[in-house]
């Protein structure tokens, strides 16, 4: 099967300026996770969908962040503006139902380099 | 505050040797916790997980709730066993990592 699909693979950005991440998940998941993942640490979770709703998002930096998955498939995780703080890999995972058992699969990521 | 943590950023052994990946949290409640692996250019995935009771490419990871531990081990390591190694502790449906251990094989 067709693993999860990101772009771009790498953004190179200034501050303050915006910059969109693309996921498709593995046909049939209906959960799909964004993590943050600063060097030198794990993967922090962002936001969580279940199908086109938002489970959690108390970690997403509402003020400069947004996510959407609007048909319940695809989603798009926005930065606007950004910081130079933001420079990280954005990881796009998905899970087959909400229930943690469920494994995760994740995307290759995208690098992201705000100068 | 849930927490994991993996007290050693790099662990080099020689092949053959054997390998113990150190990880501690911190969780009110009876914890599930995995290891997640990173091969290099490859994507962060699952070795393995608690509940299962699994052994996957010959690593165990035995939960120890009087020490809050759930080491990951290896009797003779491989090259290919080379990789990022990630702690993870479930909390409502949300995974929280580690640091992550990055391990070194040498031949």
């Known amino acids: 099967e067709a693993g999860v699909a990101q772009s771009p693979r790498y953004k190179i950005i200034e501050k303050r300026q915006s910059v969109a991440f693309w996921c498709n998940p593995i046909?049939?998941?209906?959960?799909l996770y964004w993590y943050q993942q600063i060097l030198g640490q794990g993967p922090k979770l962002l936001i969580q969908?279940?199908?086109?709703?938002?489970?959690?998002d108390s970690q997403l930096p509402k003020d400069r962040f947004s996510a959407e998955r609007l048909k319940g498939v695809d989603s798009t995780l926005k930065i606007q503006p950004a910081k130079l703080e933001d420079s990280a890999v954005y990881l796009c995972?998905?899970?087959?139902?909400?229930?943690?058992?469920?494994?995760?699969?994740f995307g290759p990521g995208t690098r992201l380099t705000v100068l | 505050a849930q927490r994991v943590t993996q007290p050693e950023k790099l662990l080099s052994v020689f092949k053959g040797a054997p390998v113990e990946l150190k990880c501690n949290y911190s969780?009110?409640?009876?914890?599930?916790l995995f290891w997640y692996v990173q091969y290099s250019r490859q994507r962060l995935q699952l070795l393995l997980r608690?509940?299962s009771r699994e052994s996957i490419k010959g690593f165990t990871a035995d939960l120890n709730k009087g020490e809050t531990s759930f080491h990951l081990k290896k009797p003779f390591a491989q090259e290919e066993d080379s990789a990022m190694y990630y702690c993870?502790?479930?909390?409502?449906?949300?995974?929280?990592f580690g640091t992550g251990t990055r391990l070194q094989v040498f031949p």
């Open positions: 995972a998905s899970s087959l139902e909400l229930a943690g058992y469920s494994t995760q699969y």
């Open positions: 046909s049939g998941h209906a959960t």
């Open positions: 969908f279940q199908n086109n709703g938002v489970v959690d």
């Open positions: 969780y009110s409640g009876s914890p599930e």
């Open positions: 608690h509940i």
């Open positions: 993870a502790l479930l909390n409502t449906d949300k995974l929280i």
